[in-house]
């Protein structure tokens, strides 16, 4: 069975509500093309929509610039200088986005499905590490 396509952004679509999980375009949804069948084509935890969130999949340090952190936005957009809460499991610790970055190009915003490196103000290497959280601070 070939992946199912959204008519309107092209993406392999999840079927939530109706609706793509990408662009939200309405959806016909057919008793052949269950949900759960679906689900397997598009990353589930993906939401445009809502605070910013990214999983911290990898960190390192610039030379003279500071720390980044490596992942895939899981949910809203984040912008430079928005303010961010790094959760993890020793508590959380506030910071800002100083820079973001896509396959080497410089970027003012992100949104979900992004692959990006975030450069964080005032963090050390040792106080961030794969698997913690980065959010959009409320």
């Given at each position: 069975m070939a992946s199912p396509t959204c008519p309107s952004c092209g993406s392999p679509v999840m079927v939530e509500n109706g609706r793509c999980a990408f662009c939200q375009a309405p959806l016909a949804v057919s008793g052949a093309t269950a949900p759960n069948a679906v689900q397997q084509f598009a990353p589930p935890s993906l939401t445009i929509g809502g605070a910013f969130s990214m999983q911290v999949a990898d960190v390192f340090v610039i030379a003279k610039r500071g720390t980044v952190v490596t992942g895939t936005v899981a949910t809203g957009s984040i912008s430079v200088g928005d303010s961010l809460l790094i959760d993890?499991?020793?508590?959380?610790?506030?910071?800002?986005?100083?820079?973001?970055?896509?396959?080497?190009?410089?970027?003012?915003t992100a949104t979900a499905g992004d692959n990006v490196g975030l450069l964080l103000d005032r963090v050390d290497k040792g106080q961030v590490s794969p698997g913690d959280w980065v959010r959009g601070r409320t």
């Open positions: 993890r499991p020793r508590g959380t610790m506030d910071t800002r986005c100083a820079a973001i970055e896509m396959f080497r190009k410089q970027l003012d």
